[in-house]
């Protein structure tokens, strides 16, 4: 199922999304990523957003799905016959050391078209989606100042949703706040991080689920 959206940016850029939904049967085990004939309507819809973008206040194609699909194929397609660049939206890729279960483009497939944002990080330095999003924006922008166009590929939502739509602009965290929650974590456990929570702040607490520790630990930075 191919959806298409238009979302009004915070960055004040209209991006226009091709997300591609392809989940459906793709997703069982052994079944292979589309072939090209499959992939048509797809191209067709991306070239339709293409443009040379000058500035960000131009649609951007957007190609997003769940992890072994045939966006990489897509990807390439798309980018080799539009003259682009592949930004990722990926919070696993962008880590050297992640190399299982995350379907990286290989070195072949990304040596025919740029990529950004794939294998750029160790594990020991964490990207933020707020980091990601300025670095993205900032990237785009030296992207289309090359008269290139972009085209955005992604499994990461919230990586998606911060180029998209922008993050809270929170204060910064004091970074020694968080070893000592994790220590805590190991110690004390989630739920008793959870109740202290609960009690610091309920509203957002609610919104959380106890076991998901990550947003649990930034919740009580």
């Known amino acids: 199922m191919l959806r298409k959206g238009v979302w009004r940016a915070s960055h004040g850029c209209l991006v226009s999304s091709v997300l591609t939904q392809l989940e459906e049967g793709s997703e069982q085990q052994g079944t292979a990523p589309p072939g090209r004939e499959a992939r048509r309507p797809f191209l067709k819809a991306l070239s339709a957003l293409n443009t040379k973008h000058q500035t960000l206040n131009t649609a951007l194609p957007i190609l997003a799905g769940p992890t072994a699909v045939g966006k990489t194929a897509l990807s390439l397609e798309w980018a080799e016959a539009n003259d682009a660049e592949i930004v990722s939206c990926d919070s696993r890729q962008v880590y050297r050391e992640l190399t299982i279960g995350t379907a990286k483009p290989s070195p072949a497939e990304q040596a025919r078209v740029p990529h950004h944002f794939i294998d750029e990080r160790s594990v020991s330095e964490p990207l933020s989606a707020g980091r990601f999003e300025a670095l993205a924006l ?83 930075e």
Do not use: M
Request: aromatic letters at 4%.
């Open 138 to 220: 900032e990237r785009i922008r030296a992207i289309q100042a090359r008269g290139r166009n972009v085209l955005v590929t992604g499994g990461s939502t919230l990586y998606v949703h911060a180029l998209l739509e922008g993050l809270a602009d929170i204060p910064a965290v004091d970074p020694a706040i968080r070893p000592r929650l994790v220590r805590r974590l190991e110690t004390e456990g989630a739920d008793a991080l959870y109740a202290e929570l609960q009690r610091a702040d309920p509203a957002f607490a609610e919104t959380l689920d106890p076991t998901k520790s990550q947003r649990l630990l930034r919740g009580l």
